[in-house]
């Protein structure tokens, strides 16, 4: 994969939350060891601040 291409990868609200305390709690242990955090702050902003997207309504169109 080149570097400008992106995964997508939809989470419900728990996995959500799950994968930011995650995050967090690996970012506490970069900190506790003195090593840099930034790219792990980014990846945890991108995870919080990721757009939610209702799922649609299948719907039967044969029924129609």
Request: aromatic letters at 4%.
């Given at each position: 994969?080149s570097?400008?291409?992106?995964?997508?990868?939809?989470?419900?609200?728990?996995?959500?939350?799950?994968?930011?305390?995650?995050?967090?709690?690996?970012?506490?242990?970069?900190?506790?060891?003195?090593?840099?955090?930034e790219?792990?702050?980014e990846?945890?902003?991108?995870?919080?601040?990721?757009?939610?997207?209702?799922?649609?309504?299948?719907?039967?169109r044969?029924?129609?």
């Amino acid at each position: 994969m080149s570097s400008d291409e992106k995964v997508v990868v939809t989470l419900d609200d728990f996995e959500q939350r799950l994968m930011v305390s995650g995050l967090t709690d690996f970012r506490n242990d970069l900190l506790r060891e003195d090593k840099p955090t930034e790219d792990i702050n980014e990846l945890i902003m991108k995870v919080i601040d990721a757009p939610t997207r209702k799922e649609k309504k299948k719907v039967d169109r044969e029924a129609r």
